[in-house]
């Protein structure tokens, strides 16, 4: 096998509040030979998400946290260069957990390792809208807050990774759509580039009143990406019978202890009539990951999906994108581009 030399972030120190350059560093090595079922990919696009910052902190949560002086973690999409496995060969692209790195060695046992057929589109939509976040915004909206047409749906972070395909779909399933986004270019997107029917700048200081002249019958179904004064600004306007998909509240995730912030489940549920509210994981849905993957890749063929990127180049780049990502700088999904196709 050629030298390969792999360059790594990791994660030197837990965070305090924002993410500090000084919490990472950079680590190389040369990669070891492969042993029988192994691969070696090589990472052509790093996703960067929301839950990566909690999982910074020493707290146990669904997962557990990042563990310190390893490669930070995350998912990431590549090409398999070298292979001692019969189920991948060199050529295949694949998604898996491998990190924030330029070379990963694993089994092809390893869970959540999954083969992509790009077939015309660019690897790293497998990443954004027909990947992790595009399969939580779809399945998040259609088994959690199960909208009807002609009903009322909002999504906050309307503009990223999760709320974009949410917005679209809450339009394909017939309902009115309503997104809140941080900043007019943000919301200008949202509706003329997505087909939302309305969306609020939450920044331009009048989210309340704002959102109650967007939802003249109230809301019907509210998928929460932000939590916080948003949360706060929708609950007067849920409607008898309304559902509440708990996405995530990113509002708080710098946090230095998630655990006692205010989370929307509390937001809600201390209302007279509580909605339908739940915290829910895209992973619930693990076994339809093939299907809901193809679904949004065909969607996203036919032009009935749209997204946007926010790229960032090299390994070097990820810490500040990352930070700037839980300021609301990205718009659209947050990759780092790690190396060429
Ligand atoms: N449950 C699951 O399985 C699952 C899976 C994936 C993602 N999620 C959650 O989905 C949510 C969206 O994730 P994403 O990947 O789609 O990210 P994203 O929306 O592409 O990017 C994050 C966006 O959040 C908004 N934001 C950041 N700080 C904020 C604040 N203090 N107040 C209000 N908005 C803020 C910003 O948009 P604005 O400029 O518009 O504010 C920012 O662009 C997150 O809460 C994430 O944890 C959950």
Redesign the pocket.
């Known amino acids: 096998m050629p030298e390969y030399q792999n360059r790594a972030v990791v994660l030197a120190r837990r965070p305090v509040g924002e993410v500090r350059d000084e919490d990472f560093r950079i680590e190389t090595e040369i990669m070891r030979e492969l042993r029988p079922g192994e691969i070696l990919i090589q990472v052509l696009w790093l996703s960067l998400?929301?839950?990566m910052r909690p999982k910074m902190n020493d707290v146990e949560s669904y997962m557990p946290p990042m563990e310190l002086d390893k490669v930070a973690q995350g998912e990431n999409v590549g090409r398999i260069v070298e292979s001692r496995s019969e189920k991948f060969a060199v050529g295949d692209y694949v998604t898996s957990f491998t990190g924030w790195q330029q070379y990963a060695i694993v089994s092809d046992a390893t869970p959540m390792l999954y083969k992509v057929e790009p077939a015309g589109l660019p690897p790293s939509v497998f990443l954004g809208p027909a990947g992790?976040?595009g399969r939580?915004?779809y399945l998040?909206l259609t088994r959690v807050g199960n909208p009807k047409s002609g009903e009322t749906v909002v999504v906050?972070?309307?503009?990223?990774?999760?709320?974009?395909v949410v917005g679209q779909v809450a339009k394909m399933l017939g309902c009115r759509a309503v997104g809140?986004?941080?900043?007019e270019a943000?919301c200008r997107y949202a509706v003329d580039e997505l087909g939302m029917d309305a969306c609020i700048d939450?920044?331009a200081g009048n989210l309340a009143a704002d959102l109650a002249a967007a939802c003249p019958d109230g809301i019907d179904v509210y998928f929460?990406?932000?939590?916080?004064?948003?949360s706060r600004a929708v609950a007067p306007l849920l409607n008898a019978g309304s559902r509440v998909p708990?996405?995530?509240?990113?509002?708080?995730?710098?946090a230095t202890d998630l655990a006692s912030a205010e989370s929307p489940f509390e937001v809600f549920g201390a209302l007279p009539t509580p909605p339908e509210h739940r915290?829910?994981?895209?992973?619930?849905w693990n076994d339809e990951h093939a299907e809901t993957t193809q679904r949004l890749a065909d969607w996203i063929k036919s032009g009935q999906l749209k997204y946007r990127e926010?790229v960032a180049v090299g390994l070097d780049a990820a810490v500040a994108a990352f930070r700037g990502?839980?300021?609301?700088?990205?718009?659209?999904?947050?990759l780092v581009k790690v190396s060429d196709d």
């Not at 990502?325 to 947050?334: A, D, T, W």
């Open positions: 998400d929301p839950y992790m976040p939580t915004g998040g906050s972070a309307a503009s990223g990774a999760v709320g974009s809140i986004a941080g900043g943000k939450y920044k929460e990406n932000v939590g916080g004064d948003v708990i996405c995530g509240y990113i509002s708080q995730y710098n915290f829910f994981l895209v992973f619930e926010s990502m839980l300021r609301g700088e990205n718009f659209g999904k947050q």
